[in-house]
């Protein structure tokens, strides 16, 4: 099921890399969830909580502000900061 | 017997020196380690940004940073000098570029310096910077920030970084690179993107991405030609004390044999007398 690549990329270097089934990324008018064939598409990110949903669980990031963008099943999320939020 | 402590005391004081050159080099080398990794990661980031500008294909618009101003007045040099010395020409070949730089320069202009070595070097500065030896991703946000804000005020339509680039370990030569007013790629094919929430908002937040990224990539490679230098510096300066230490070592040997010689003639001359 996991389809997604996602790559979380900061300035100082990558902080997730990882095959998801579902990305939920935060912007300024809520939360947009991508899944498997989705259409190409760049969006702003804010602050926020970043999921992802993968079959070894969910996981969750704290992202700065940045830009994502979807092509392909291919979602590259470009931010100020990001780390793994623990559960 | 006074030149022969003489000599000893010299070995001892240049094989001391050999110590403290040879740790510089491994302190260096492996800072350089660590901002060549950096660079490289900072590259991948900064590659993907592109790329997204490129695919976003658009044109400047009316995007503040873009824009050309129809009158350039007033320039602001931004130079990024070492954090400390003893790194060959490094600092010095990059002062010497600027000062031609800024006497043939015709408008009026500014002068920001990073890096501490420039505190006691160069006066004439209107701000000076601290930026650490492994320049991070915060950093140059905040440079960033202050840069843009100097463009937006007025203070300056044109801000040009100086830095050592790097060429290779053994070799970095100056040069500049122009922050503001910024370049759009040219030839992006836009293709059929969803953009999130409009165009120019997408645009405004990837030309943000950008300059902080030639920030970054800026501030890395002057730091990584930094410590390239200081390690190649110091290596050569390792292999004068090796050098010197065996010369002193050849001195001491013809002063030891040349006191024994006279001792035992001194001996036989004596037991002749008698």
Redesign the interface.
Known sequence: MDAISL?V??????VLEQTVEAVNLP???GS?GVLKGH??????LEEGVLRCRSSQGTLRLFIG???A?V?HNEV?V?V??ASLLEE | MANLRAIRMRIKSVESTRQITKSMKMVAAAKLRKTQS?SS??R???G??AQ?LQ??GASAGDNPYCRRRAESKKVCYVLLVGNRGLCGTYNHSLLRFFEELRSGEERESLLYVLGRWGRDQITGAERRFEISDAP???E??ELTETLKKLYTDGAADEIVLVYQQFKSVLSQSPGTKTLLPLRLPEGGEK???????DEK??LD??VE?VL??TV?SVLLEGRTGEHAARMTAMTSASDNTEELIAELTLELNHARQAAITTEISEIVGGAAAI
């Not at chain 1, 990329?9 to 990558?14: N, R």
């Not at chain 2, 293709?191 to 929430?197: R, T």
């Open positions: 790559h990329l900061t300035g100082d270097g990558p912007t300024a008018f947009i259409a190409p598409m760049l969006c702003n502000s940045g830009i963008s092509e590259n470009l100020s900061a | 950096a990661r900072q991948s980031f900064a993907k940004a997204i695919s976003l991070t991703a915060e140059a946000r293709g059929d993107v969803i953009l999130e929430p908002s997408v937040r990837l991405l902080q990224n970054h």
